[in-house]
């Protein structure tokens, strides 16, 4: 099983729409959770963080933590096309010191 | 603000060259990293600095070797390159558990 387990997609969703991206972790103890977004052939991009049970919000951008379920997800409102790029979910986890364990990434598809 | 400046942007080497990629951090971070990323293969540490003096292999290793400088500086070294090591190459920084990775622009490595 992978620490950090996230759905490689592509996740097609039509403009306008909720894209719900999800990530599963195998560490309890994690404390810390990102989401990065990166488009093709760039470099990742920090866009939400949460430490917390319950939900964050930045704009369009949701981002839910339950730590019971070693779950978190990242909810993306009104999408655009231009939210279509490959997003990463990153956990600090526990005993890990400053160092980040990435899924492999889910590839968001937004369909004018 | 530069952030993460990685150079070269791009790389062609031919088998068995050597190679140094730079990475130079301006945020005042302790600790440095440098990842792989691959086609279906997501993001895999090869070497990280948690601080200044020290450096400590990560998943893959192999065929690399570091230095860091300084606190601003951390390099990746290539002795004897191989196709194997085609890959894009990136450098991130982080200061304490409860922040994210900042990420420099890339080096799109090709070995023939």
């Known amino acids: 099983q992978k620490e950090v387990e996230q759905n490689s997609g592509p996740l097609s969703v039509p403009e306008g729409a909720i894209a719900s991206l999800n990530c599963t972790y195998s560490?309890?103890?994690?404390?810390?959770f990102f989401w990065y977004r990166q488009y093709s052939g760039k470099s990742p991009e920090l866009i939400m963080s949460?430490?917390?049970?319950g939900d964050k919000e930045d704009g369009r951008f949701t981002a839910q933590l339950n730590k019971a379920s070693q779950y978190v997800s990242l909810l993306i409102r009104d999408s655009q096309p231009s939210d279509s790029a490959t997003y990463l979910c990153?956990?600090?986890?526990?005993?890990?010191?400053?160092?980040?364990?990435f899924g492999g990434g889910t590839r968001l598809m937004v369909k004018p | 603000n530069a952030g993460v400046t990685q150079t070269p942007k791009f790389q062609v080497l031919k088998t068995g060259q050597s190679m140094t990629l730079q990475c130079a951090q301006d945020?005042?971070?302790?600790?440095m990293y440098w990842y792989r990323q691959d086609p279906g293969m997501g993001l895999r540490l090869i070497y990280y600095?948690?601080?200044?003096?020290?450096?400590d292999k990560g998943e893959v290793p192999n065929g690399y070797n570091v230095s860091r400088l300084n606190k601003r500086e951390f390099s990746l070294r290539l002795e004897s390159a191989a196709p194997s090591q085609t890959s894009v190459y990136f450098c991130?920084?982080?200061?304490?558990?409860?922040?994210?990775?900042?990420f420099g622009s890339g080096t799109r490595l090709t070995v023939v």
């Open positions: 991130a920084s982080k200061t304490s558990a409860n922040y994210g990775y900042t």
């Open positions: 990153a956990v600090n986890m526990a005993n890990a010191g400053n160092m980040l364990t």
């Open positions: 945020m005042n971070h302790n600790s």
């Open positions: 949460i430490y917390s049970n």
């Open positions: 600095s948690a601080s200044e003096g020290t450096t």
């Open positions: 560490d309890r103890g994690s404390q810390s």
